[in-house]
């Protein structure tokens, strides 16, 4: 039976017998054994935040991407009792990344799998539209709240491959909020490297090779490179599943009798 009571990812953490976990950058490594275990850490990891910031703030600030292999856990977080309670009233719901003009656009993910489904209110849901300025809406929302803590509480994204993710490479600390060129409207790597919570997820296929691209990926492509969340005043977690960890060098175990 599965517990009922969500727990951050650290205070049960699964060091793979007889393997390494990855040496990503910038922040720590939760291994889970499989997808289903890993969606369930990212899930608990989001509720666990999202209620820590409604209580010290009076909302939260989520931003999350769109890409395939997140639908189930966008499910996970509606159908699963455990996060029954994430207060979708009290959330404001952003997009890292969306096409203008693109069928299925990136925010169709979402309006299927969490805003039909929420009771997330429609004026808190905010998505890039003709004819609307995506970071001052982004601004006007944020200014609400006190100097200092006027920033996006919780972002997720995918790791790519190639060692990329969702957002603007867009360099500088006066770089734009919202990198927005022609039809493409992106998340900067300036908001989102100042986000309280950053959780990058390995979830889809051969994530094993896009890991080990991380550290070499080349500079200078038009893409955010993974290399390059650094949280200002923030953390980064990296969710990986065990299959990707490294086998340690050195002679087997001596198996047990």
């Not at 599965?2 to 205070?11: A, L, N, Q």
């Not at 939260?60 to 966008?74: H, I, R, T, V």
């Not at 849901?125 to 601004?139: A, I, W």
């Amino acid at each position: 039976m599965r517990d009922i009571e969500p727990r951050d990812s650290r205070e049960s953490p699964f060091d793979p017998f007889g393997r390494r976990k990855p040496a990503l950058p910038n922040g720590s490594v939760i291994v889970r054994k499989d997808a289903d275990q890993l969606m369930d850490a990212v899930a608990t990891d989001l509720f666990l935040h999202a209620s820590a910031c409604v209580r010290e703030f009076g909302d939260f600030q989520l931003a999350l991407a769109s890409w395939a292999e997140a639908e189930p856990l966008y499910l996970r977080l509606l159908y699963d009792p455990r996060y029954r309670e994430l207060p979708w009233r009290r959330t404001h719901l952003w997009i890292v990344e969306e096409r203008i003009g693109a069928s299925p656009s990136n925010f169709q993910l979402l309006q299927e799998a969490i805003v039909a489904q929420s009771d997330i209110p429609e004026e808190q849901v905010h998505r890039p539209v003709p004819g609307e300025d995506y970071e001052e809406t982004l601004k006007a929302v944020l200014g609400w709240r006190e100097k200092g803590q006027d920033r996006l509480d919780y972002a997720l994204l995918p790791l790519l491959a190639g060692g990329f993710t969702q957002g603007s490479p867009v360099p500088g600390a006066d770089a734009p909020l919202i990198d927005a060129s022609s039809d493409l409207i992106r998340m900067s790597r300036r908001l989102i490297n100042a986000t309280r919570f950053i959780a990058n997820v390995a979830l889809g296929p051969d994530m094993d090779s896009a890991i080990r691209e991380v550290p070499r990926a080349p500079a200078g492509a038009d893409r955010l490179l993974a290399r390059d969340l650094k949280p200002i005043g923030g953390e980064l977690r990296w969710y990986v599943e065990e299959s990707v960890c490294e086998t340690c060098p050195g002679p087997p175990p001596i198996p047990l009798e």
